[in-house]
């Protein structure tokens, strides 16, 4: 929403039929961040129904034992799209539906750095939901888990296409969510207003800022895995088939380097809306901001180095349990110092028991629950008795949909007068809150003890042991209650969305920027900002007599990076993501050398001759750059045009050294050698194909005389991405052509 899209004015576009189809439109094709935060959030609402039925199906099959409810294949099937949906299509469209709204407004931007890309990365989710559920009208849904484990991923066991579409869907989800972290970073760094500098940041925007770059290193690494999986599909591959040489547990690993920091990815937003909701409702600043701050960065780093608790039960030997076992025990030391400062916040403070503040209790408490259960897995004695019973089910849906859960809905409550102009209602949002956390905790505090009692997860049905059934059925019937408490959510919003009490711009009266604008904001955000000196300028505007300590220099001339050099450096490092995956798969597999071709039967002396060519084009794009900072403009296309032809020349040397392997009968289906080389230097291709496209875009703008001032950022930017593709090549080239050489 924003401020020409009033309740009235929304009535008159949905009454009448010629503005219904302006408004649909607009809509629809619409860069504006806060319009596509509300596509985000209704798209994230309307997979919460689908999630939601599937998981009541489930509970119903599970409610007694020895139930037929469901055929096995079909509780798989749920199994499968429950999960996916609920992290991919649910969890993260939410959290990223109020970081686009509400971080802009934070630090006093007028919009995202990059707005079509914004748009861009949110059709990028629908169209995933679309493809993963369109996967059961085209020969089934995938029954396989949302973690898709290896072989059973693989054709000869899932020979429909159901996985297929899975991990394309999850694929195109992954490119939009790292789209998003690029311009989260770009926006925090080059569009902050004067004064508001980084130590200056609401704990919402760091903390977000600070998960951006947990998506731009964890989401790459599952995207390598999944061109894999879809490789080894469609193409015969033989990355993660054991019979042909592959690894199951190299899915593991590549999956879960990407499933445990994608807890974080989810649970760190939940941190950001608790950060802000809390103090408001306690009328105290937030108690240890540093603290707060440093141990998101702690979490962040710690959250790339524990995946291994997940394959405990694999074997991976004393030294990985070790390392394992010691960085997830350490990854509670960040986790905990934030529920004290939390704590610390509410502790002699006004509270005002509002809704939003009742969601921020039941959070702290249900994380504070979660967080004690997730410490037994970091033991691996524990580990080994509850990694697949029930017990971890429970865990899981504490941390990554109890605690997420209970901070959205809390951060609804907060931020709908911002969005709408009016409140939710009280009553209702009661009603919500008690039968959520009664529903939640009767469906998953007892599933713990299922878990402790021996009852294996990822079952469609059990026999009838003691306490099974009782249990299971008080599960199932809390299920109704948070379908109760889903429902009512539904009708809160809708009607106070028309008919709501009318909210003023700072109804709560807080202290960050979003609440110095209208309600709903306008389209560019701000008419004026208030001056920035501290962490709540809105508190020191109301308390001119005892305004907070200023904050670092009080100095609003803040040297502000360019924001296309900034969004191509983090593309950048998540493609560097991407490619160190591949080359770790080349390597594990290049040590345990399989029957058939072999890196010997690459023709190094040619291949070292394009080398060369695509090396030397970097040395003329930069001639390029140095002649259009000159204003040479002959000197300019002539250069690029040589980077260009230097870059087709690589390109088609890479092109006859597959059509040489191709002609001797190697191709990608071989043996492991062949695939791991076409997958790397392929996707290196493709890359360098994109940078060609990118350079002849240059060059006509260029030589229609279109490339005025002010394209040299997007230019350099440009540059950036050429020159890490001949980097990238030189760890290709030492890894695939000289190492063997010198084996």
């Known amino acids: 929403m924003n401020g020409t899209t009033t309740t009235a004015a929304f009535r008159a576009a949905i009454l009448d039929p010629a503005k219904r189809a302006h408004y649909r439109l607009a809509w629809l094709s619409t860069v504006d961040h806060k319009r596509i935060a509300v596509l985000y959030l209704l798209t994230a609402l309307f997979f919460f129904v689908v999630a939601g039925v599937e998981a009541l199906f489930m509970r119903i099959q599970l409610a007694v034992p020895n139930n037929h409810f469901l055929q096995p294949d079909t509780f798989n099937q749920l199994f499968t799209m429950h999960g996916t949906t609920m992290i991919f299509l649910v969890v993260m469209p939410v959290v990223f539906g109020f970081i686009n709204y509400v971080l802009p407004l934070q630090i006093g931007a007028r919009d995202m750095a990059f707005p079509r890309l914004n748009a861009f990365g949110f059709w990028l989710v629908p169209l995933g939901g679309i493809l993963l559920h369109f996967s059961v009208l085209a020969g089934g849904a995938p029954a396989v888990g949302w973690f898709s484990y290896a072989p059973l991923s693989e054709t000869p066991y899932s020979s429909n296409l159901g996985v297929d579409y899975w991990a394309i869907a999850i694929f195109v989800m992954g490119i939009g969510s790292i789209s998003l972290a690029v311009n989260i970073i770009a926006t925090v760094i080059s569009c902050r207003a004067p004064g508001m500098t980084m130590r200056r940041l609401p704990l919402f925007t760091w903390i977000n800022f600070v998960n951006a770059f947990i998506i731009i290193f964890a989401l790459p690494v599952l995207n390598a895995g999944l061109a894999m999986l879809l490789i080894d599909r469609l193409l015969e591959g033989h990355f993660f088939l054991p019979v042909r040489g592959g690894s199951a547990v190299l899915w593991q690993h590549i999956f879960w380097a990407f499933g445990h920091p994608e807890v974080y990815i989810l649970v760190l937003p939940a941190f950001g809306m608790v950060s802000e909701m809390i103090p408001v409702f306690s009328r105290k600043p937030i108690f240890g901001y540093p603290f707060v701050a440093a141990s998101s960065v702690a979490i962040a780093v710690l959250s790339l180095g524990v995946w291994g608790h997940h394959m405990f039960t694999v074997g991976m030997g004393r030294p990985l349990d070790l390392f394992f076992a010691i960085s997830s025990l350490l990854i509670a030391i960040p986790t905990g110092v934030k529920v004290l400062n939390w704590s610390a916040t509410m502790i002699g403070g006004r509270i005002r028991l509002q809704v939003p503040m009742l969601f921020c209790i039941a959070f702290l408490i249900q994380f504070l629950c979660a967080g004690i259960t997730g410490i037994s897995h970091a033991v691996v004695p524990l580990d080994w008795q509850t990694k697949n019973s029930y017990y971890l089910v429970a865990h899981f849906h504490f941390v990554a949909v109890g605690a997420i859960v209970f901070a959205v809905l809390g951060a609804t409550q907060y931020w709908f007068p911002k969005m709408s102009g009016r409140f939710l209602s009280e009553r209702l949002g009661r009603w919500t809150f008690w039968l959520m956390v009664i529903g939640f905790n009767m469906t998953f505090i007892i599933q713990h003890f299922l878990g402790l009692l021996g009852m294996p997860r990822r079952v469609f049905t059990y026999p009838d042991l003691p306490h099974f059934t009782w249990m299971n059925m008080l599960s199932t019937i809390g299920v109704f209650f948070m379908a109760a408490a889903a429902l009512i959510l539904v009708w809160n919003l809708v009607v106070s969305f028309f008919n709501g009490k009318l909210a003023s711009d700072n109804p709560w009266n807080a202290w960050t920027l979003e609440w110095a604008t209208t309600s709903p904001p306008p389209h560019e955000n701000f008419h004026a900002l208030p001056p920035i000196r501290s962490r709540r300028p809105l508190w020191d505007i109301a308390n001119p007599d005892r305004p907070d300590p200023i904050v670092g220099e009080n100095n609003s001339a803040i040297t502000i990076p360019d924001k296309n050099k900034v969004g191509m450096l983090t593309f950048i490092l998540s493609e560097a993501g991407f490619f160190m995956t591949l080359i770790l798969a080349y390597l594990f597999f290049y040590v345990h050398p399989q029957p058939g071709p072999t890196p010997r039967e690459l023709d190094v002396p040619r291949t070292l001759i394009f080398s060369v060519c695509l090396f030397a084009s970097s040395f003329t794009f930069w001639r390029s750059e140095i002649a259009m900072s000159k204003q040479l403009r002959s000197s300019m296309l002539g250069w690029l045009a040589l980077t260009i032809v230097l870059g087709g020349i690589f390109l088609v040397g890479q092109g006859t050294e597959y059509w040489k392997l191709f002609q001797t009968g190697v191709d990608v289906s071989t043996n492991l050698f062949s695939t791991t080389f076409f ?63 010198l084996r």
Request: no cysteine.
């Open 679 to 741: 997958t790397l230097t392929g996707f290196h291709g493709l890359h360098v194909l994109l940078g060609l496209v990118a350079l002849l875009i240059f060059l006509w703008l260029a030589w229609r005389g279109d490339f005025a001032s002010g394209r040299e950022s997007a230019f350099e930017a440009a540059g950036y991405y050429w020159h890490f593709v001949d980097v990238v090549w030189v760890f290709v080239l030492l890894t695939v052509y000289i190492l063997p050489l």
